[in-house]
Every structure is written in C-alpha cells, then in structure tokens.
C-alpha cells in the first residue's frame, strides 16, 4: 500500500476518488485550502495539510506518490499561470525533493501552447513543468467528466427540467466524449496499483463521441420531457455565459473552449486498450445521476 499526497480532494473528482483510496488501504494526506471544509477527510481517515497551490516549500512528507488533481479551470489568466503552472512546478519540485516515486496529474484534452485558450495553455505548461521533472510522471488528459454532483450535465438537467425552451449553442454539433467519473477513478487507482506504469500521456475519454443536442436528446428522452429547442449564436451566447458567471450564474459552458472546440480523445476504445475494463456509457451514466422513474439504459 502506498503513502499518497493529494491536491484536489475536496474537487467533485476527489470526492469520488478519495474514500476508494483509503479503501484499497492507501494513507492519504489532501492539501485543502480550508480545514473547515476539509472534516469529512479527517472523519474519513484523510490526513490534512492546510494550504493552497502555488506554496513554496511545500511539505510532502513521506509520501510515495503525488496524485495532482487541483486546478483552476476559469478567470484571469494570471491566476490561472500562477495555480496551474507555478503551482505544479513546485509541487513537482517538492516531489523530488522529498523522494516521490511517481507524480499523476489529471490535464485536459484542450492542453495545448495556445495562450489564446488561458485555461488549456496553462495545463499544456503544467504538463512540461512534470515532463521536466526528475520524478516519473502520467498525466491523463480527461474529456468532460460526469456522474452524480458533476457541473456539466448537472446544469444541462437544471436548464432542461426548468427552462420553457432548451438552448443550444450555435448547430449544437461541438462534440464530447464523456467519461464517467468513476471509470476515471478506476483509471487512477489501476496507474497508482502498478509500480511499473509507464511516464507518458493518456488521452482518456469514454466509450461515446456526441453531439451537445444528442446529450441534450438524451437527457430530454430520459426524464421524458418534451420541449423545443432553439439555437443560439456562439458569439452573442459567449458573452451572456461570462455576464452570467458574473452574477454566479454557473452554465455547463466554459467561454474559453467548450463553446469553439470539441473535448474528444483520440480513441473511443481506449479505457478498455489501457486498463481493461469496459466504461460506463453516457445513458448509463444517466441513470445513476436521475435515479428511478427516468427510460432505463438500453
């Protein structure tokens, strides 16, 4: 069993991943931003370090293995350089000095050296800062993760179930390849189990490439509701999804690439390539977040 340092255990991917962890008997320390929102973890068996990334000189203890969940996902590009790139860099800097084994980060399959798209630059830098690093490294780069309690489809079902009309951005064709987030957490405990897991990149997605207005139909056949749906010009939808994120309005779109690019891995196929096991569908999914009373599977 292994003595793993965690970043982002309080994340909706944490939450899932952590009780697993200490499960298959791994101790677990979490970096939190706040000891107060951090009970649950020490309840749970979690020891707990208070701070926030970036945080120079860091103390990781004596762990083996550093699992990089945290990340800042949207505002000024500053904050998103400093969290995502400083931070990291110093997480892997800490890592070597502390005689960590193996570092795993959870990237995006936008990473890439654009600084057009702040938040895909910023994780395509933080995977060179692991790269350049002495401590072997796996970086999984997700497509949009769901399950219970996830942002995306859990606004989706909010605007579905409340709004007269169903909106969709632009012809509703931008594409994701959705990965459930349990199979991910499967994902991550196969790569911490197996000492001999390779340093590389894994672009990481599930078994489906949809359409938004297919996952849009979906969920509509699904809590078998009937509404029109209507598009929206991406330019005009934008700028209405930042004035709302203002207000804490929070949408399943993010401005900077959900609305222009497609969030698609290179292989449908690939969970079952890599970890071998096969992943949950989306309508699977889907059942599990709305319960009884929707279309089961097919």
């Given at each position: 069993m292994a003595t793993i340092f965690l970043t982002g255990a309080t994340g909706f991917v944490?939450?899932?991943?952590?009780?697993?962890?200490?499960?298959?008997?791994?101790?677990?320390?979490?970096?939190?931003?706040?000891?107060?929102?951090?009970?649950?973890?020490?309840e749970l068996g979690c020891e707990i370090t208070v701070g926030e990334l970036p945080a120079e000189g860091i103390t990781l203890g004596k762990a083996e293995?550093?699992?990089h969940l945290a990340a800042l996902h949207r505002g000024l590009t500053t904050l998103l350089l400093r969290t995502n790139v400083t931070g990291t860099?110093?997480?892997?800097?800490?890592?070597?000095?502390?005689?960590?084994?193996?570092?795993?980060?959870?990237?995006?399959?936008?990473?890439?050296?654009?600084?057009?798209?702040?938040?895909?630059?910023?994780a395509w830098l933080a995977e060179r800062a692991l790269q350049e690093s002495s401590v072997r490294s796996t970086i999984l780069r997700n497509t949009v993760i769901v399950g219970p309690g996830d942002p995306f489809l859990g606004s989706i079902i909010r605007m579905v179930r409340a709004f007269p009309v169903v909106p969709l951005l632009g012809s509703g064709r931008t594409r994701f390849q959705p990965i459930s987030v349990f199979d991910l957490v499967r994902c991550i405990l196969h790569i911490v189990q197996d000492e001999q897991y390779p340093s590389k990149v894994v672009a990481i997605?599930?078994?489906?490439?949809?359409?938004?207005?297919?996952?849009?139909?979906?969920?509509?056949e699904m809590l078998r509701i009937s509404k029109r749906k209507i598009s929206l010009p991406r330019r005009g939808t934008r700028w209405c999804v930042r004035g709302l994120e203002r207000l804490g309005v929070h949408t399943p779109f993010v401005p900077e690439h959900f609305l222009s690019i497609d969030l698609v891995a290179a292989s449908t196929t690939?969970?079952?390539?890599?970890?071998?096991?096969?992943?949950?569908?989306?309508?699977?999914?889907?059942?599990?977040?709305?319960g009884e009373g929707v279309a089961s599977p097919a």
């Amino acid at each position: 069993m292994a003595t793993i340092f965690l970043t982002g255990a309080t994340g909706f991917v944490g939450c899932h991943l952590v009780p697993r962890l200490l499960a298959a008997g791994h101790q677990v320390r979490c970096l939190v931003r706040s000891l107060e929102k951090a009970r649950w973890l020490q309840e749970l068996g979690c020891e707990i370090t208070v701070g926030e990334l970036p945080a120079e000189g860091i103390t990781l203890g004596k762990a083996e293995i550093v699992i990089h969940l945290a990340a800042l996902h949207r505002g000024l590009t500053t904050l998103l350089l400093r969290t995502n790139v400083t931070g990291t860099a110093q997480l892997a800097r800490a890592a070597h000095s502390s005689g960590v084994k193996r570092i795993i980060y959870l990237s995006t399959v936008t990473a890439a050296p654009n600084p057009a798209w702040p938040y895909a630059y910023s994780a395509w830098l933080a995977e060179r800062a692991l790269q350049e690093s002495s401590v072997r490294s796996t970086i999984l780069r997700n497509t949009v993760i769901v399950g219970p309690g996830d942002p995306f489809l859990g606004s989706i079902i909010r605007m579905v179930r409340a709004f007269p009309v169903v909106p969709l951005l632009g012809s509703g064709r931008t594409r994701f390849q959705p990965i459930s987030v349990f199979d991910l957490v499967r994902c991550i405990l196969h790569i911490v189990q197996d000492e001999q897991y390779p340093s590389k990149v894994v672009a990481i997605g599930g078994p489906q490439v949809l359409s938004y207005e297919q996952i849009v139909d979906m969920i509509l056949e699904m809590l078998r509701i009937s509404k029109r749906k209507i598009s929206l010009p991406r330019r005009g939808t934008r700028w209405c999804v930042r004035g709302l994120e203002r207000l804490g309005v929070h949408t399943p779109f993010v401005p900077e690439h959900f609305l222009s690019i497609d969030l698609v891995a290179a292989s449908t196929t690939v969970i079952e390539d890599e970890f071998g096991f096969r992943p949950q569908t989306l309508r699977e999914v889907l059942h599990t977040i709305l319960g009884e009373g929707v279309a089961s599977p097919a």
